[in-house]
């Protein structure tokens, strides 16, 4: 009876130490996989924010040249009537 409790208790405690040492395997893959996808998403983040600064660059860019190039229009147009 008491040798049968050792044993059950040994196998218990192997049980356990075991198992903790499978989780923590568990939980180091699962960090590893977490930070992975964050550098991720942080990479693809950047090139999101900077694929939008490009575009809205050059549409100020084109909006900035369509309204010099109304200016010089209009101004031609009124020398014009002056001539």
Same mark, same amino acid.
């Given at each position: 009876?008491?040798?049968?409790?050792?044993?059950?208790?040994? $196998?218990?405690? /192997?049980?356990?130490?075991?198992?903790?040492?499978?989780?923590?395997?568990?939980?180091?893959?699962?960090?590893?996989?977490?930070?992975?996808?964050?550098?991720?998403?942080?990479?693809?983040?950047?090139?999101? /924010?900077?694929?939008?600064? /490009?575009?809205?660059? &050059?549409?100020?860019?084109?909006?900035?040249? $369509?309204?010099?190039?109304? &200016?010089?229009?209009?101004?031609?147009? /009124?020398?014009?009537? &002056?001539?």
């Amino acid at each position: 009876m008491k040798q049968e409790n050792r044993e059950k208790d040994a $196998a218990l405690f /192997i049980q356990r130490v075991f198992r903790g040492h499978i989780g923590r395997k568990a939980g180091r893959r699962w960090a590893m996989k977490h930070a992975e996808l964050n550098a991720m998403f942080a990479l693809f983040t950047v090139a999101a /924010i900077t694929a939008q600064r /490009i575009f809205r660059g &050059y549409k100020g860019n084109s909006a900035s040249r $369509a309204r010099v190039h109304k &200016y010089h229009v209009n101004l031609h147009a /009124i020398a014009d009537r &002056y001539r």
